[in-house]
């Protein structure tokens, strides 16, 4: 029985609507066939979030262990400092550790960190940038989540990892909401 062409569109139309999906096709029309590695070197990881807290709150949530272990792992240890490192820990991740190498703290504006590419074996150089940008909004604050980096990684890793990553800011940034609207 040939596939129903109603199922076969809503499919369709349920991947074009995911961002990341319209970034790689965006990317394909503009410079034609490409590996992965091409693409991912083209692409980052991006979340736009319109919330209704005030700057200030959103900002501490992101830039203190308390905030940041309220949402996104549950433990955390360093100074949330350019120049620093900060250890996070994952106890529903079997304790998953990850360490932020702090880059950027623009207050109210910017934060950024570095971290290990997850699936590199123990040890591996290369990381990922993560940058969260604030925009004041008549409303609240516009936050924007950037990943970026994943050209480095060779073919083996690469969808693993960037799927992986996708989908962990999707849940993250869930739980980050979900944390300001109790607070």
Excluded: C
Aim: aromatic fraction near 8%; hydrophobic fraction near 40%; proline fraction near 7%.
């Amino acid at each position: 029985m040939p596939p129903d062409p109603e199922e076969v569109s809503a499919g369709v139309f349920a991947a074009l609507a995911d961002p990341n999906r319209r970034a790689i096709l965006a990317s394909l029309a503009e410079h034609g066939p490409s590996t992965a590695t091409d693409l991912s070197g083209r692409l980052s990881i991006t979340r736009t979030l319109d919330l209704v807290h005030p700057q200030e709150k959103v900002w501490g949530a992101l830039t203190t262990l308390d905030g940041i272990t309220s949402w996104f792992g549950s433990h955390a240890e360093g100074e949330l400092t350019p120049g620093h490192d900060v250890l996070m820990r994952w106890e529903q991740h079997d304790n998953m550790e990850a360490t932020l190498a702090i880059k950027v703290v623009d207050p109210m504006s910017v934060f950024a960190y570095s971290w290990g590419i997850n699936g590199a074996p123990a040890g591996d150089p290369r990381r990922t940038y993560v940058e969260f940008a604030l925009e004041p909004t008549a409303s609240g604050t516009r936050l924007t989540v950037t990943e970026s980096g994943f050209a480095q990684l060779p073919d083996e890793w690469l969808e693993q990892s960037y799927q992986g990553n996708t989908e962990g800011w999707r849940a993250e940034l869930d739980e980050l909401v979900a944390h300001l609207d109790a607070a």
